[in-house]
């Protein structure tokens, strides 16, 4: 999980989720604090579906 | 500088100074007047411009189990000869010989303040090593390279006997040490990477100022079947760690990763947890940790059974600056203590 996914991909991670940004990749401090545990869950549950997906290549789940 | 001809001494290893192979490779440095072996046709280069007054030899046995020491044997036998340049090799893809010939080189630098330089083959250990402190000219991997690598080595002694400037790896034939050197260029660094970017998409030549490193494509893992009963771990490069960093992680060349329990904790927080990472703004992650490692909504997946078992531990390291070699011992490393612990899948987070 990484904001800048071109990096992801030069490095060669085979699942990736965009994040929000590089210093708070699963926050976003100008939300409200519930808002932002929202936010985070939805992203690792991004994560966990992306473990959950055979991929043959390198894939960005960003849907 | 010499007036007259230029003083050279050079340094072979047992093998090429013709006493012996691999029966001889722990003598001790030793010296002989003028040039032997490789060093006859080296002096036919070097024409009458430069003479060849002495050769060092050693065992690569010797110099390798000795380095130190047989560094300082090797200039005491040199300084005596008073040369204006030293030249080691080429030692081809020997690596005690690579190895023995830069240190050799390095010492002679060093103490003696005297030009150096050697030749080996790209691969030759002794490259890595010493490529930063001498000047190292590239040879082929074998010996059947020794025609073809004795005048660009003669050139090179030449320069340095003459005092001639020496200019950048390309120019002057030599593999690059890694030193920056500023240059003033007429066209600015925008217009010159316009210019590569149309050459590429003309599909013409290009030179890249920045040479990028080549990163190792891994196959990609199985899915996970049953999320349920699956161990998940969190890792991250973005430097969460317990306040204090108590295992001291670099903010930059991190040469470390750490390993810190989260058994039986819920939350990051401010007080407990800190970044350590020197390459973007901690304020966020110092606010709240779980901003880069995602501990309360991995806990809370837990708790709801999305997934198995989160485990207790959670990796560390800093990705600022880390070399490639590093991130790789480090993944693998990191990879090998999940595998071992039942770990699943993991939620690796980037700053």
Redesign the interface.
């Known amino acids: 999980m990484a904001a800048i996914v071109p990096i992801s991909m030069t490095v060669g991670a085979n699942r990736i989720v965009p994040a929000v940004a590089i210093p708070h990749p699963l926050g976003n401090p100008a939300l409200p604090e519930r808002d932002e545990r929202e936010l985070r869950l939805r992203l690792v549950k991004k994560g966990l579906r992306a473990l959950q997906t055979d991929v043959e290549k390198q894939t960005v789940f960003d849907g | 500088m010499a007036r007259g001809r230029y003083r050279v001494v050079h340094y072979l290893n047992q093998f090429f100074a013709q006493i012996g192979g691999e029966e001889k490779a722990g003598i001790p440095p030793q010296v002989k007047e003028g040039a032997v072996g490789p060093g006859i046709p080296l002096q036919q280069a070097l024409g009458d411009e430069g003479e060849i007054v002495a050769t060092v030899i050693c065992g690569d046995n010797y110099f390798g189990e000795n380095i130190e020491t047989a560094a300082e044997a090797v200039v005491e036998l040199v300084a005596p000869h008073r040369p204006d340049v030293f030249v080691a090799g080429p030692a081809f893809n020997a690596g005690r010989y690579g190895i023995a010939c830069g240190a050799a080189c390095t010492a002679v630098r060093k103490r003696l303040g005297v030009p150096v330089v050697t030749a080996m083959y790209e691969e030759n250990p002794g490259l890595e090593l010493y490529r930063k402190e001498v000047f190292v000219i590239p040879a082929p991997r074998s010996v059947q390279g020794m025609k073809e690598t004795i005048p660009k080595l003669a050139g090179f002694v030449r320069k340095l006997g003459l005092g001639q400037p020496i200019g950048l790896p390309q120019a002057d034939g030599y593999l690059p040490r890694g030193i920056r050197v500023n240059a003033f260029v007429e066209r600015t660094g925008a217009q010159r990477a316009v210019d590569m970017l149309l050459a590429k998409l003309k599909g013409e030549a290009f030179q890249t100022e920045y040479a990028?490193p080549t990163?190792?494509?891994?196959?990609?893992?199985?899915?996970?079947?049953e999320?349920s009963a699956a161990t998940?771990a969190l890792v991250t490069t973005?430097g969460i760690v317990p306040r204090g960093n108590p295992d001291r992680i670099e903010a930059a060349s991190a040469s470390k990763f750490a390993a810190y329990s989260i058994a039986g904790t819920d939350d990051l927080t401010a007080d407990a947890y800190q970044t350590c990472h020197g390459g973007?703004?901690?304020?966020?992650?110092n606010?709240?940790p779980?901003?880069?490692l995602?501990l309360?909504?991995?806990r809370?997946?837990e708790r709801d059974g999305?997934?198995g078992h989160l485990h207790e531990e959670y990796y560390v390291t800093v990705g600022n600056a880390t070399s490639v070699a590093n991130a790789q011992k480090f993944g693998k490393a990191i990879a090998e203590r999940l595998v071992a612990a039942g770990v699943d899948?993991v939620?690796?987070?980037?700053?």
Do not use: C, H, N, Q
């Open positions: 990028m990163f190792e494509r891994i196959p990609p893992s199985p899915a996970i079947k999320l998940i973005g973007y703004d901690p304020v966020y992650a606010e709240d779980d901003r880069v995602p309360d909504a991995a809370a997946l999305i997934i899948g939620i690796l987070t980037s700053t």
